[in-house]
């Protein structure tokens, strides 16, 4: 069983840079896919990237290319997402996930396709 706590979630103005981690315990994440996704208020729970065990595939939601990076250390059981020029769409409860498999080679897009969850990080951005 893995157990997923966040971190560095918080307030930023539009334009500025925040750092999610995301530390494992209860097993290590060397087997397991990594996900983050984010839930506005009154929205559905949307992807935004995904790392491969390796860290050798990262894949990201289009919206967030170019500004988010996905990066994992598997000695230290973290994984992290870090944002930069974000903006005020960005804002959300952001979601740790990891999967069973190790690799993103099959549907990795969905929340149901993530089989563990952290307890959600706010992020709000400011104007």
């Known amino acids: 069983q893995v157990q997923l706590v966040e971190s560095g979630g918080g307030l930023v103005q539009a334009g500025g840079s925040l750092r999610l981690s995301c530390t494992a315990s209860?097993?290590?994440?060397?087997?397991?896919?990594m996900g983050w996704f984010r839930q506005a208020p009154g929205q559905e729970r949307d992807f935004v990237a995904a790392?491969?065990?390796?860290?050798?595939?990262?894949v990201y939601v289009d919206s967030v290319k170019g500004r988010f990076t996905i990066s994992r250390d598997n000695a230290k059981n973290t994984v992290s997402l870090q944002m930069n020029s974000l903006k005020l769409g960005d804002t959300a409860v952001y979601y740790c996930?990891?999967?069973?498999?190790?690799?993103?080679?099959?549907?990795?897009?969905?929340?149901?396709?993530?089989?563990?969850w952290g307890q959600g990080s706010q992020v709000t951005v400011s104007s």
């Open positions: 996930a990891a999967r069973l498999e190790p690799s993103l080679q099959r549907n990795y897009y969905y929340a149901h396709d993530f089989q563990y």
């Open positions: 209860g097993s290590t994440m060397r087997s397991n896919a």
């Open positions: 790392i491969s065990s390796s860290g050798g595939t990262a």
